[in-house]
């Protein structure tokens, strides 16, 4: 346990409490998941065998609100995991101030070894499995790595049948047809936009001098990495599970993301298609791209990819965690002293999860928004989000990291409070 992920992400937690004065009881609340659940889901195959896969679902904290938080489908999950990241997702729901507590589901299995068939099967097998311990007023599934619009429909349409009338606010990230938002899609890259482009000004970086990196071409890292090229930055280099490019001259995002969508790979794109020979490039991998000398880097793939190992050779300046976690805590050290300054998941990515709360009060107003509607008031809420993180920072000079888990525990522990502290049941009366 010394070294697992969980005990990794709760030593987060200990600076925030040396800037701040917080009741212990704040501490002791976020120590321990409120829920942990392990299910095992059967999946007839279409070849006629049984598989049965392991999933989990965790409600970390309930304390500002129903649990929420998205699933993931990848062969690393595990309980440790999940953990983890419903954790984050507590202090994230925490920061853009939703009335959310945290939570996390995943099921370990490569998604892209399964047929279409198999998935759908799998999907409401996992619903069937969690059903009671979810729902619109306790814990909202959403999307994460290696699930889609699709796969949420699956899982509510399922979780309908199981309460015998239609939920729609029982699941966010559903496609538009069946209850989801306009803008949800983008909105974990569109969120991430709007804290690089409140940020970078207040350090003098403008789009056409500053140079960016993307590790992971998923829906945030390819979204947020065509939004930046739109706005002027000049993105150098991108890379997916298999590899990456880099020219120092700069990208073309949109005929990468088109190349990619046929061909399922980002290396291939310049080889393999049409703009092959219009723009010279070197094929670099994961790790090289991280260690590129670039004004920018965007880790939006997976957790623990800067880490002792490789910090003191990061070159960029500026670290906006697109994924979960991509900065290990010991490496997130050395980058400080290095003076680089890391900009952490639970504000950079929480745009996601903040359009799936607008989905949800949109599902359960039975009123739907406008892409713009939606949009402006996701980019009020990062811009103002973002200005108090970088104020705490500057005002107490501590790292955005420990200023945005400072402003999740402030709003953390209002919520613990406001149920009875020591010094109310103490007070003589
Ligand atoms: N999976 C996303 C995240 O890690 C979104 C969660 C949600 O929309 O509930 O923030």
């Known amino acids: 346990m010394e070294n697992s992920l969980f005990s990794q992400a709760s030593q987060q937690l200990a600076k925030p409490f040396q800037y701040v004065s917080l009741p212990e009881e704040t501490l002791e609340m976020l120590k321990?998941?409120?829920?942990?659940?392990?299910?095992?889901?059967?999946?007839?195959?279409?070849?006629?065998?049984?598989?049965?896969?392991?999933?989990?679902?965790?409600?970390?904290?309930?304390?500002?609100?129903?649990?929420?938080?998205?699933?993931?489908?990848?062969?690393?999950?595990?309980?440790?995991?999940?953990?983890?990241?419903?954790?984050?997702?507590?202090?994230k729901c925490a920061v853009v101030d939703l009335p959310f507590g945290g939570a996390k589901g995943?099921?370990?299995?490569?998604?892209?070894?399964?047929?279409?068939?198999?998935?759908?099967?799998?999907?409401?097998?996992?619903?069937?499995?969690?059903?009671?311990?979810?729902?619109?007023?306790?814990?909202?599934?959403?999307?994460?790595?290696?699930?889609?619009?699709?796969?949420m429909g699956w899982m509510m349409d399922q979780y309908s049948t199981?309460?015998?009338?239609?939920?729609?606010?029982?699941?966010?990230g559903k496609p538009l047809a069946m209850g989801g938002s306009l803008g949800?899609?983008?909105a974990t890259a569109r969120g991430a936009f709007n804290v690089i482009s409140t940020l970078?000004?207040?350090?003098?970086?403008?789009p056409a001098y500053t140079t960016v990196a993307v590790q992971g071409f998923g829906n945030a890292g390819a979204i947020l990495a065509e939004l930046l090229f739109q706005a002027g930055y000049k993105v150098v280099a991108v890379s997916d599970s298999k590899g990456g490019i880099y020219a120092p001259q700069g990208l073309d995002i949109p005929s990468i993301r088109y190349q990619k969508e046929q061909s399922r790979r980002v290396q291939?794109?310049?080889?393999?298609?049409?703009?092959?020979?219009?723009?010279?490039?070197?094929?670099?991998?994961?790790?090289?791209?991280?260690?590129l000398d670039v004004d920018v880097l965007i880790p939006a793939a997976l957790e623990n990819q800067i880490t002792e190992a490789n910090a003191a050779r990061i070159q960029a300046p500026f670290i906006f965690e697109v994924a979960n976690g991509p900065v290990a805590p010991a490496a997130d050290d050395i980058l400080e002293e290095r003076g680089i300054f890391v900009i952490p998941d639970i504000l950079v990515n929480a745009g996601g999860v903040t359009v799936s709360y607008f989905e949800w009060v949109q599902n359960r107003a039975g009123q739907y928004w406008s892409e713009a509607d939606v949009n402006g008031k996701l980019k009020q809420?990062?811009?103002?989000?973002?200005?108090?993180?970088?104020?705490?920072?500057?005002?107490?000079?501590?790292?955005?990291?420990?200023?945005?888990?400072?402003?999740?525990?402030?709003?953390?522990?209002?919520?613990?409070?406001?149920?009875?502290?020591?010094?109310?049941?103490?007070?003589?009366?």
């Open 268 to 291: 291939a794109v310049y080889c393999d298609g049409s703009v092959c020979s219009i723009v010279k490039h070197q094929q670099i991998s994961n790790e090289q791209l991280l260690e």
């Open 106 to 151: 995943g099921v370990t299995l490569n998604p892209k070894e399964l047929s279409k068939f198999e998935l759908e099967r799998l999907s409401r097998g996992y619903i069937d499995a969690i059903a009671d311990f979810i729902g619109p007023d306790v814990d909202i599934p959403a999307p994460d790595v290696y699930t889609n619009p699709t796969i």
């Open 200 to 206: 970078l000004p207040k350090f003098d970086r403008y």
């Open 381 to 429: 809420k990062m811009e103002g989000e973002t200005e108090t993180v970088y104020r705490l920072s500057k005002e107490k000079e501590i790292s955005f990291r420990t200023a945005a888990y400072v402003h999740a525990l402030n709003r953390l522990s209002e919520a613990i409070a406001a149920r009875g502290t020591r010094s109310y049941y103490l007070r003589a009366t």
């Open 32 to 91: 321990y998941p409120k829920a942990s659940l392990t299910v095992s889901i059967p999946v007839r195959m279409d070849d006629g065998s049984l598989q049965v896969f392991q999933g989990y679902r965790v409600r970390y904290s309930t304390v500002r609100g129903p649990g929420k938080g998205g699933i993931r489908f990848h062969p690393n999950v595990t309980l440790d995991e999940v953990t983890s990241l419903a954790f984050w997702m507590t202090f």
């Open 184 to 186: 949800r899609t983008e």
């Open 162 to 172: 199981i309460c015998r009338h239609i939920v729609p606010g029982a699941i966010t």
